[in-house]
């Protein structure tokens, strides 16, 4: 492996992290916590979710955090679009750059956002064209690449296929999500693999959650194939209400230790992190699950 040059970090935590805490998290919270994230380094920082309000309370305050956030020139803050309505909403709330969210299994995809994976590709048809014709940038997620909570054992051919249409469609970027976590490294090669025969590899994402404590290696194992993108989310937060049981994003502390360490530019400040990390795990009354932030407060 070449361990050079830069790799792009993508927080998801205000996010991901955020949609499945039991807490409701003020707005305020959220709004410092993104600005602590920026004053890290962190340049695309997953602001929210344009989503129902019923079906994720948690980010039912998108509109107030988004217009709220501190704008920088150099720093993006992408949110969750699932339909035109969420759309028009952040078009008006100044959203400047969205990511459609769909799923390699036909009963994640029902259960997440109340489609099939063919209805959810017209829809984003839509959200994609509305967006283009705004000059927003789009991202595209692929969920349950390395398993489904409710189907088990997924295609990574299934995968390939989702990923190439968003990719055709116009999707700047393809993130490809272990939403629960039980990936291995072997695995996570084969998909990316395959995946990068419909999907230039520079244009995907690696997003993968931790339940089984994998996530590191799996990112080290699809680092060594080209891999260039990484979803984490500060303090290891987050999950899907509709994948039960599996636990947050690969900490994003962890990451930069790693990367660090292998001599990657992630141009993230991890004291800086680590302290956006405590500022969090502290308002929700508990310790980060990453043990890079564990060990950096016994001063190791
Ligand atoms: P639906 O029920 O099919 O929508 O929801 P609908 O069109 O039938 O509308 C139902 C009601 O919701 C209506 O309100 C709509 O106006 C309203 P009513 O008329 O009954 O009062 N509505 C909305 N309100 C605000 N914003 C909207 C919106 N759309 C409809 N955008 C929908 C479809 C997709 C909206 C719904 O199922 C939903 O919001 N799902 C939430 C999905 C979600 O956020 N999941 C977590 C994120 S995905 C994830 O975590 C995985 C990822 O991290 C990658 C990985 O780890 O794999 C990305
Ligand atoms: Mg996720």
Known sequence: MTA?????????GPRDGLQNEPMMVPAAIKIELIERLAQAGCKTIEATSFVAPDRIPQLADHEEVFTSIKPYPDVSYPVLVPNMRGFNNALAA???EISVFGAASETFSQKNINCSIGESIQ????VITAAKAHDMKVRGYVSCVLGCPYEGEIRPQVVADLAGQLYDLGCYEISLGDTIGVGTAKKAQKLIDI???KVPINYLAAHFHDTYGQALANLFA??????????????GLGGCP???GASGNVATEDVIYML???????????????KASYF??????????SKVALAYLRKI
Do not use: C, H, M
Not at 4 to 12: A, F, N, P, Q, T
Not at 123 to 126: D, G, L, S, V
Not at 222 to 235: E, K, M
């Open 242 to 244: 509709y994948a039960v």
């Open 94 to 96: 100044g959203v400047k």
């Open 195 to 197: 995946v990068s025969q």
């Open 123 to 126: 829809r984003f048809t839509k």
């Open 222 to 235: 699809v680092i060594q194939l080209g891999i260039r993108i990484i979803d984490s989310a500060v303090g």
């Open 260 to 274: 660090n360490g292998l001599g990657f530019n992630t141009g993230v400040d991890l004291q800086k992190l680590i």
């Open 4 to 12: 050079s040059g830069k790799i792009k970090i993508v927080e998801v």
């Open 280 to 289: 969090i795990n502290d308002y929700l009354n508990r310790k980060p699950t």
